[in-house]
């Protein structure tokens, strides 16, 4: 609450000094311009405890196999940003997830009973360009349980790096799942609007490939300088 009423101080704080510098400021800065952060999520216990072998932005076609990774195919499209909206160049963005089966390739899911799939990546990394976008191609991830009485519903976890900060680690999730309405980590946002900054917008499927689009942009905000 206490960044939330920050940065609405922040907020009419540029407003007032655009109002007074009037033709002062270039043409290029838009006062309009100003994002709310992306909310942060945790990181959860399934972030890649090794190096994978094969770890680019397609989740849903492992590297010499002709069959992809079950489920609905995912093209999963977004910008990182800072809160001006200027594209955050060069950030290296990751991303995990449980496979259609709502199953983690990780040793912590290794007592689950969901099914593995042998042709679903599960781990993936790609590098924002001058536009700060980035894109990965996957596959929506099932629920899984978390707890006996927590069912998670789909999502998919992202940790952004940039050189001089700490990562940013959020979860991206699904319109329309009736599991968003229960979930401990996605309502732990107490706010709507904030917690519709973490649900993706779909688009409908194309023709040709019968995959879905799902865009969600990232908008970082102040972070903690690292040490070293
Ligand atoms: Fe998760």
Redesign the pocket.
Known sequence: MADRIETLSRRRLLAGAGAAAGLLLPASVSLAAFREVTPRQPA?P?YAPFKPLSIDNDLAFLPGRTVRGDGQLINLVGRVLDQTERPIVGARVEIW??NAYGR?NHPRHANSDLKLDPNFQGFGHDRTDEAGAYRFRTIKPGPYPDSPNWL?PP?I?FAVFTPKADPWTT?MYFPGEELNKTDLLLNGVGDAVDRARLIATIEPPAEDTGSVTAAFDIVLGQTRARRT
């Open positions: 959860g399934f997830q449980a983690y998670r999502h976890h979860q």
